[in-house]
């Protein structure tokens, strides 16, 4: 490529007929390696860019990231989601069992505290035990109460549900449906000394709801309160 233009440059240079031809050449040299030079830059400049061309691309401007998920990610992504997705329900739904055991539990609790306060209430200013009698035992327990108009106070079960009934009137049930009653017993001990006539009771409440069970068993000795 130099050559040729070399000869071209020749070309089109006129030497005079005769005399000397020095400023001539002198000329014809400065053209020469101001060709030189502009074909060694051209040179350099292509090496430059093939040099470029060839280097590694860096992994964060690989062409595969612009051409999507293969195959075998997007499986291993679907899998990966999967299997999250599995763990967050696990994790939800025995949440919300809890809370449903939790919730079934306070409301058995709940009913045993608030029959546990009427049988206090009851005993609380009786005057006489009537059912059971002084050593027995019962699954009624009957008790007059001092300066009360609505004598005798009757506790009693029927199927899963305890009942009160006030001086022969309709009984009226101490316990919601949501849960059953079970195994009343109350034994009456005689006072003896300074120690005043007791009766003590054992009684469970469970929950009606299979799906979430829960029970609790009291046992206490209650006091003829004057």
Known sequence: HRKRREHNI?????????????????????????????????????????????KPIPPHFSKKSGEGFTLLELLLYIGLFGVMLSISLVI??????????????LEVEEE????????????TGA????????????????????????????????GNALYLTRGGSSSISLTSTNVKFQDFFAHTFPSIGSNPTSVIMTFSVASEIPKFPASTTIRGTFYLKK
């Open 10 to 54: 020749l070309e089109r240079l006129e030497f005079p007929a005769g005399g000397d031809g020095n400023g001539v050449r002198a000329k014809h040299d400065l053209y020469l390696r101001a060709e030189q030079r502009r074909v060694e830059d051209y040179y350099i400049t292509m090496k430059n860019c093939y040099r470029s061309a060839r």
């Open 92 to 105: 939800l739904y025995q949440m919300l069992r809890n809370q449903d055991q939790n919730r079934s539990m």
């Open 112 to 123: 045993a505290n608030f029959i546990v306060r009427k049988i206090e209430w009851a005993l």
């Open 127 to 158: 005057t006489d035990i009537i059912v059971p009698l002084q050593n027995q035992t019962s699954s009624v327990l009957s008790l007059t109460k001092y300066n009360f108009s609505q004598n005798p106070l009757v506790f009693s079960t029927s």
